[in-house]
């Protein structure tokens, strides 16, 4: 962990081509700077690559920062391969390039303590990283007390604490879900160390037909684990603290984890099971992710034979991984239905989650999330004018976010009303110029109006700022 993330300086120069944009990307690094430079017919860009995401195990990602925003490149370097190749996530991308935002949600389990500016897609305050690798703090919570008076209890002990909030210690990083819903006036930085994740966010996990398991994906270790024989026959003492301890004296090893097997198994398993030398290699296989790109994980579900993996689209059910307080329980489900349907194209789910919302916003009516969620899946039910109308009172609620602006422009644009469209999404690209869907989406008011040289100047905001 203290490995997560660093600056660039030195990155192995390579290059590759992505057969289906066409688009070539190189890496070039000297006197300890980093560039990579996009190629696509005759356009060619060189970005300065700020930092290195990654311990390198498996792979090493890059972010750049341009004004104090960061973007996630498209290039990773895949260790097992020594070789650079497209980032997962980008493989269908008609045009891979350095523009996807990178959130607070995303940034937290890659670094230390980032400077994230609330309410914003992408912003951080300089400079950038209080903390660049993941610290003592965020396992044993915060160390104020602590280096006042150095004794036992002065810190949180993650082995000591109850089930749901020694569990979350691992989970805020390794247990993604479907979708993660924060609770009203919530950040991801709220939670810390020593209590549930549900008093600040609530997981939402798909749940699986019987016999099955949930696509293997690469955060899903506690998912995984959840589901073994091991874990559910424990009652609890089994946990991520068991297998991998935090604080090694010397690297895990076969002969590690076969002990911590041996445990439980020991003397039981000696006539239907000869004790092996490797117990995890069997029951626990290294096999790719479904969104892992060139890289393979270790399976947490310890089968004790291999299990058929659902194929196909994936189920829409959603189930809480805990549930939140009892008064929060309609409301992030109908707003996780509203995300998880968007994010699998779910008309069906989206519906269902429109309809909670719609209920919960009778006793919520100044809930900015509801109210955006209510927005979206108005939009998305080509309802646009009702959809401003769910926008217009967020953005009365936040009047300073160029995302809520951005997102009534869109309703505006849908309704066609352009020239209301143009003043909220010009009020966006003025709040945060480097807000990139609202200057697409600029460009697109500005060329239905005729008012193409405009449109034409808000081109590569992000290649503009990097040429001054």
């Known amino acids: 962990m203290s490995r997560s993330l660093r600056r660039t300086g030195g990155e192995p120069a390579g290059s590759f081509t992505d057969p289906a944009s066409g688009t070539t990307f190189t890496v070039r690094s000297s006197h300890g700077r980093t560039v990579q430079i996009r190629e696509r017919g005759d356009e060619r860009t060189e970005y300065p690559v700020a930092w ?33 190749g497209l980032a997962p996530g980008y493989e269908h991308l008609p045009d891979p390039d350095f523009t996807r935002p990178v959130g607070e949600e995303c940034v937290l389990c890659h670094s230390g303590r980032p400077l994230y500016v609330r309410g914003t897609a992408n912003t951080y305050s300089p400079p950038v990283f209080a903390d660049e690798g993941i610290s003592c703090e965020r396992c044993h919570g915060p160390s104020e007390q602590h280096l006042r008076r150095p004794i036992p209890g002065s810190i949180v002990n993650p082995g000591k604490l109850a089930k749901a909030a020694r569990d979350s210690v691992c989970e805020q990083c390794h247990l993604a879900g479907a979708t993660r819903i924060l609770n009203p006036n919530r950040s991801f930085a709220d939670f810390h160390a020593g209590q549930p994740l549900e008093d600040v966010f609530t997981v939402y996990v798909r749940t699986a037909a019987p016999g099955t398991s ?223 869907s609202a200057t697409t989406a600029l460009q697109e008011v500005y060329r239905r109006q005729g008012r193409n040289g405009e449109a034409q100047a808000l081109a590569h905001p992000l290649e503009r700022l990097l040429q001054r």
Not at 226 to 235: D, I, N, P, Y
Not at 303 to 326: I, N, S, Y
Not at 407 to 429: K, N, P, T
């Open 52 to 84: 290195a995401v990654g311990s390198g195990t498996h792979a090493a990602g890059y972010f750049i920062e341009v004004a104090g925003h960061l973007f996630q490149s498209p290039i990773c370097y895949y260790t097992n391969r020594r070789a650079y």
């Open 214 to 436: 949930r696509p293997f994906k690469v955060i899903s270790h506690a998912e995984q684990l959840a589901l073994s024989m091991c874990v559910r026959q424990s009652e609890g003492r089994l946990w991520c603290g068991m297998c991998h301890n935090p604080h090694p004296v010397t690297p895990a090893s076969t002969k590690i984890y076969n002990a911590v097997c041996g445990s439980c198994h020991a003397g039981k398993l000696a006539e239907s099971h000869p004790a092996g030398p490797d117990c995890v290699s069997c029951h626990m296989p290294r096999r790719q992710a479904q969104d892992g790109g060139h890289t393979v994980f270790t399976d947490h579900r310890i089968a004790r034979r291999p299990e058929t993996e659902e194929t196909g689209p994936p189920p829409e059910d959603l189930a809480p991984w805990r549930e939140p307080a009892p008064a929060l329980r309609q409301r992030n489900l109908a707003l996780a239905s509203v995300t998880a349907g968007i994010a699998v194209r779910s008309p069906a789910q989206i519906v269902h989650g429109y309809r909670l919302l719609v209920e919960v916003e009778k006793t919520s009516l100044d809930d900015i999330a509801v109210l955006k969620g209510i927005g979206r899946a108005l939009l998305l039910g080509k309802q646009p004018l009702e959809a401003l109308r769910a926008f217009d009172r967020v953005l009365q609620l936040e009047p300073k976010d160029a995302g809520n602006e951005e997102a009534a422009g869109l309703a505006s644009l849908e309704s066609g009303q352009l020239e209301l469209a143009a003043r909220h999404l010009e009020r966006a690209v003025e709040l945060d110029p480097l807000l990139i």
